[in-house]
C-alpha cells in the first residue's frame, strides 16, 4: 500500500516526505517515534451510524477523544459505533491499525464514506498519516492533503 499511496500522490503533484520507522499501534507511539515540528499528529476511525448501514471515516488530533455522540450529530445521527473488522477490511482493504485517509485509494467505486475531520487538523500547516501500513508515515502539507481529497471526490465535513 505504500508504494500506491506515493505513486498517487506523485500522480496528482503532491509533494511529500516518506518517514520509515518501527511499526507503531497506538498514536502515542507513533508521535513519540515520528516526531516531526508544526505537524498536526492524527488518529482516523472508521465508524458507523448506529441505526444504519452509513459509515464514515473520522480524522482527530491523537491525543483527543473521539466523542461518538457529538461527531454523530454532525450528519444527522445519534451515535457513532466502530465498523467492525469485516467491513472495514470489505470497504477499504485494510485491518484495524491501518485507518488513515489513504485508505480511501481502495475505497469502492459504489460507495463513498464521508471524511469528519477535526477543525485543529483541518487548521494545522503540514499532517501526517501513516500509508495504511504503520511501519512508515507520509508527511504532507495541509494544501497538498487537501488536493489529494479533492482529487479522489471526498466529501468532508469540518468538525470541533
Request: proline fraction near 2%.
Amino acid at each position: 500500500m505504500i508504494n500506491k499511496v506515493l505513486n498517487y500522490l506523485d500522480s496528482i503533484g503532491v509533494s511529500y516526505e516518506l518517514l520509515r520507522h518501527e511499526a507503531v499501534v497506538t498514536t502515542e507511539e507513533s508521535r513519540a517515534i515520528v516526531h516531526v515540528d508544526d505537524c498536526a499528529s492524527c488518529k482516523s476511525l472508521y465508524v458507523k451510524d448506529k441505526k444504519s448501514d452509513n459509515y464514515y471515516m473520522v480524522v482527530l488530533p491523537f491525543d483527543k477523544r473521539a466523542d461518538m455522540r457529538g461527531l454523530a450529530s454532525y450528519v444527522g445521527c445519534t451515535k457513532f459505533e466502530f465498523a467492525t473488522e469485516e467491513k472495514l477490511f470489505e470497504d477499504l482493504q485494510i485491518h484495524r491499525g491501518s485507518v488513515s485517509p489513504y485508505a480511501f485509494l481502495n475505497e469502492k467505486p459504489t460507495y463513498s464514506a464521508k471524511l469528519l475531520i477535526d477543525q485543529e487538523v483541518w487548521n494545522a500547516s503540514k499532517v501526517k498519516f501513516h500509508p495504511c501500513d504503520n511501519t512508515a508515515t507520509v508527511i504532507v502539507s495541509l494544501d497538498g492533503f487537501k488536493k489529494f481529497l479533492i482529487s479522489i471526490g471526498k466529501e468532508v465535513i469540518v468538525v470541533s
